[in-house]
């Protein structure tokens, strides 16, 4: 019987953690699915142009990417984007020229705020 209920203890735990999982999966698909309806100009980018209050434009969407810049693998390279369009930063990096990884493509894919509106 003690077996027993340590089964179901570990299926309840289990189960509670999974919809945890799913709950915020959901919340963060729900922030990007906002954030991909925020119409932000070049304009409004480039007021954003410090390492204290940075946002950048990449492949036509906006990053607030201001609480990365301590946690940047980097260091400050990534302030030379600051308020800009950066795409040709993050696609051929100054230190190496290469490409960001996936891995980074997924981090800054959080940090999305809005897509760079179209110039007229």
């Not at 230190?95 to 809005?114: F, Y």
């Amino acid at each position: 019987m003690k077996k027993l209920f340590i089964v179901l203890g570990c299926l309840l735990v289990l189960a509670a953690a999974g919809g945890f999982i799913f709950l915020q999966s959901r919340r963060s698909t729900s922030k990007v699915a906002a954030a991909s309806n925020r119409s932000i100009t070049q304009e409004e980018v480039a007021k954003h142009s410090t390492a204290s209050d940075c946002w950048m434009a990449i492949e036509g969407n906006v990053y607030d990417v201001t609480s990365f810049i301590p946690n940047h693998p980097g260091g400050q390279a990534i302030a030379l984007g600051c308020g800009k369009d950066a795409t040709a930063l993050f696609n051929s990096r100054p230190n190496n020229g290469t490409s960001h990884s996936n891995r980074a493509r997924d981090i800054l894919s959080g940090m999305q705020i809005g897509v760079l509106a179209e110039s007229s």
